[in-house]
């Protein structure tokens, strides 16, 4: 059973404070993980992805995979109010990809 | 590029009626996939196929759903008949190869079966 785990929240950060999502992955022959936001009514919409372990920033993003934990996290820092969403946490195997339930974060102007 | 295109974006069917839904993926991808997402249970996967065949169908539901992907630019998922369960919304997503690349998402398909 490939599982992938998430808060489902709802997080809320004061605009401009740091976000903190997480996500725990089953299968540990996993190599691609992925972070999709999604705007309520609005289709998943690719914002990060990381092969290695270690950290991979990209703007305020920034993306940590622990292979060893089987622990994948994004932090947004200065969050903006643009920022609220649901956050998607996915990875591939078996040419599949699998994706957690999500967790809603509130940006509070 | 103008992405994953899928149609329509809303249907609302009554029970029993049959429903097709459509999907074009980005040029140059050979992989599709079909999800549906509900509040319940997130996004889950389907149907996906490579190179225009059907790899893993174990995600659908019932014999009531049918996919098919007659070419690399056309996909279809089919519901007959069509029950309240099944109201959702399927999205269409596709790659550019199997495994260790980014999958991309069409708008959705907003289903309500009555």
């Known amino acids: 059973q490939k599982e992938v785990e998430q808060n489902s929240g709802p997080l809320s950060v004061p605009e401009g404070a740091i976000a903190s999502l997480n996500c725990t992955y089953s299968d540990r022959g996993s190599q691609s993980f992925f972070w999709y936001r999604q705007y309520s009514g609005k289709s998943p919409e690719l914002i990060m992805f990381?092969?290695?372990?270690g950290d991979k920033e990209d703007g305020r993003f920034t993306a940590q995979l622990n292979k060893a934990s089987q622990y994948v996290s994004l932090l947004i820092r200065d969050s903006q109010p643009s920022d609220s969403a649901t956050y998607l946490c996915?990875?591939?195997?078996?040419?599949?990809?699998?994706f957690g339930t999500g967790t809603s974060l509130t940006v509070i102007p | 590029d103008a992405g994953v295109i899928q149609s329509p974006r809303h249907e609302v069917t009554e029970m029993g009626q049959e429903v097709t839904l459509r999907c074009k993926p980005i040029s140059g991808h050979n992989s599709l996939f079909w999800y549906r997402q509900t509040m319940m249970r997130g996004l889950e996967l389907l149907i996906y196929?490579?190179?225009?065949?059907?790899?893993?169908d174990s995600g659908m539901p019932e014999d009531r759903f049918s996919a098919k992907m007659p070419n690399a630019s056309f996909s279809t998922l089919k519901i007959q008949p069509s029950e309240p369960r099944d109201s959702a919304v399927y999205f269409c997503a596709s790659s550019r190869r199997m495994g260790n690349e980014k999958l991309f998402f069409g708008s959705g398909t907003q289903l309500s079966v009555l």
């Open positions: 196929f490579n190179n225009n065949v059907p790899i893993d």
């Open positions: 990381i092969y290695s372990n």
């Open positions: 996915a990875f591939e195997t078996g040419n599949q990809f699998y």
